[in-house]
T-cell receptor, first 105, second 114 residues
Framework: DAKTTQPTSMDCAEGRAANLPCNHS???????VYWYRQIHSQGPQYIIH???NNETNEMASLIITEDRKSSTLILPHATLRDTAVYYC??????FGAGTRLTVKP | GAGVSQSPRYKVAKRGQDVALRCDPI?????LFWYQQALGQGPEFLTY????????KSGLPSDRFFAERPEGSVSTLKIQRTQQEDSAVYLC????????????FGSGTRLTVV
């Protein structure tokens, strides 16, 4: 069973920030949080990961709460090409259903 | 290679036929996962290798499914006596070491059983 809970779908306006939440209340102290996305008919693409500190790379930012029971992936300026299914998973690489993000013009 | 390569890209099999799906991970990558993804669903874990050792095969749906990685590089997922419910995209992912790095996925093999 997946250890994470995500909303089924979200919409975002092009150019605005997309904030995708994830609950992982049973996460262990040494388990990382990973985010992947999957664009139709492609394999999942790694975005970012973190343990307890907030992380940023060229694709996104990851905010992890102090108790580590939830996190938020932030795409600062969403584009139409960011339309995809976004998966939040913990260390054992079991995927849930993810969040289908639709970026609208 | 530059990425994870899976072959064939598409496979049509008649029900009852055996199939073999190949995964070429990135050179030197130690960890390798196989997933099954049905239409509209998230990837479902099948099995995990660390080098040549199959450390977890709890996700294989039946004894018709078999995976191997004999030399710790290329991996093959074999499905015997294919059934219609085996129709799915089969994904392979690899990663170097056992650290906290992200996995690199292949584009998958789309298997259709008719």
């Amino acid at each position: 069973d997946a250890k994470t809970t995500q909303p089924t779908s979200m919409d975002c306006a092009e150019g605005r920030a997309a904030n995708l939440p994830c609950n992982h209340s049973t996460i262990s102290g040494n388990e990382y949080v990973y985010w992947y996305r999957q664009i139709h008919s492609q394999g999942p693409q790694y975005i970012i990961h973190g343990l307890k500190n907030n992380e940023t790379n060229e694709m996104a930012s990851l905010i992890i709460t102090e108790d580590r029971k939830s996190s938020t992936l932030i795409l600062p300026h969403a584009t139409l090409r960011d339309t995809a299914v976004y998966y939040c998973i913990v260390f054992d690489m079991r995927f849930g259903a993810g969040t289908r993000l639709t970026v609208k013009p | 290679g530059a990425g994870v390569s899976q072959s064939p890209r598409y496979k049509v099999a008649k029900r009852g036929q055996d199939v073999a799906l190949r995964c070429d991970p990135i050179s030197g990558h130690v960890s390798l996962f196989w997933y099954q993804q049905a239409l509209g669903q998230g990837p479902e874990f099948l099995t995990y290798f660390q080098n040549e050792a199959q450390l977890d095969k709890s996700g294989l749906p039946s004894d018709r499914f078999f995976a191997e990685r004999p030399e710790g590089s290329v991996s093959t997922l074999k499905i015997q006596r294919t059934q219609q419910e085996d129709s799915a995209v089969y994904l392979c992912a690899s990663r170097s070491g056992t650290g906290s790095y992200g996995y690199t996925f292949g584009s998958g093999t789309r298997l259709t059983v008719v």
